[in-house]
């Protein structure tokens, strides 16, 4: 949306170095973060199939014969059911967009977009792989993997993004049945895409979350005067005398984005967020592990 330096064209070699000097602060960032998050084991408290006894519930119309636990109802005046907890790992799918609008800051102070998704994305998957659970990258064709080496190969290929447009758009690969998914992205591109995906998502049985980053100068539009507008990749400029006089349209136009987002969202049985990078991120964090709960299946 605004002005900042253009991307160049690197060798391997120097890309592979960005990444791996760019790898162990994403990770201590993310691992800081996670560890604020004191929720204990992710996800388990849910009835189902298992061995271990989570606690009794009257036995309602429908339980099977063989669930009623006898020797509790016993001493009771109704037939109570014993229920274990839920302990089948499931899959979280996170998506995130590395798109050039994501690289924007609108002061050295804050985190771009990017960095910012890319801290809670890491830091919701370490959460995940601690509650048992497998994680995965939207926009690979590897499977949802468990484990400490899972999370060094996301990190890695979060730090490594394509050479992507200005503006993001899905590209998630087929999910696990039933899997729950986040999505972080500014949404400033094209809305169509974004319906489309979660609907296909949606036909699978997955549920998650939107996640919609934005830079505090995209919320509050604090330009005015003469101001010169260049997307991240210089392809698109525009220059005004009067920028404050564009402030109303633009607010109205990111207002109507939100309700867009909103109501995707709601029909597809999802939720949406939106966090600002002048923020801390462990309220957005929070959000998200108790969203997903919520649409847990």
Not at 6 to 33: I, K
Request: aromatic share 6%.
């Amino acid at each position: 949306m605004t002005l900042n330096t253009r991307h160049t064209p690197e060798s391997l070699r120097s890309r592979s170095e960005a990444v791996a000097g760019s790898l162990p602060s994403l990770l201590a960032d993310a691992q800081h973060l996670a560890a604020t998050i004191l929720l204990g084991e992710h996800g388990r408290k849910r009835a189902g199939t298992g061995d271990e006894f989570w606690q009794y519930r009257q036995a309602e119309a429908g339980d099977a014969l063989r669930s009623i636990d006898w020797r509790r109802s016993a001493r009771a005046d109704v037939h109570f059911v014993r229920q274990t907890e839920w302990q089948a790992a499931q899959s979280v799918m996170i998506g995130v967009d590395d798109a050039r609008s994501m690289t924007y800051s609108g002061s050295k102070a804050r985190p771009s977009k990017l960095r910012r998704a890319q801290t809670l994305a890491m830091a919701l998957a370490i959460l995940a792989v601690r509650g048992g659970e497998r994680v995965g990258l939207t926009h690979l064709a590897e499977p949802p993997r468990g484990g400490e080496a899972q999370l060094m190969r996301m990190a890695s290929a979060l730090m490594d993004p394509e050479d992507a447009g200005d503006y993001g758009t899905p590209r998630p690969q087929v999910m696990p049945l039933g899997a729950r998914a986040v999505v972080f992205s500014d949404f400033l591109g094209e809305v169509g895409p974004v319906e489309e995906a979660l609907g296909q998502a949606a036909d699978r049985g997955v549920k998650g979350a939107l996640v919609q980053v934005l830079d505090p100068d995209e919320e509050r539009f604090p330009f005015d005067g003469r101001t010169l507008f260049e997307s991240m990749s210089g392809a698109i400029r525009f220059e005004t005398l009067k920028a404050g006089g564009l402030r109303a349209a633009y607010l109205k136009r990111l207002a109507l984005r939100k309700a867009q987002l909103r109501d995707i969202a709601r029909h597809t049985g999802w939720r949406y967020h939106c966090h600002h990078t002048g923020e801390g991120a462990e309220p957005s964090l929070l959000w998200i592990y108790r969203a997903l709960e919520k649409v847990r299946l």
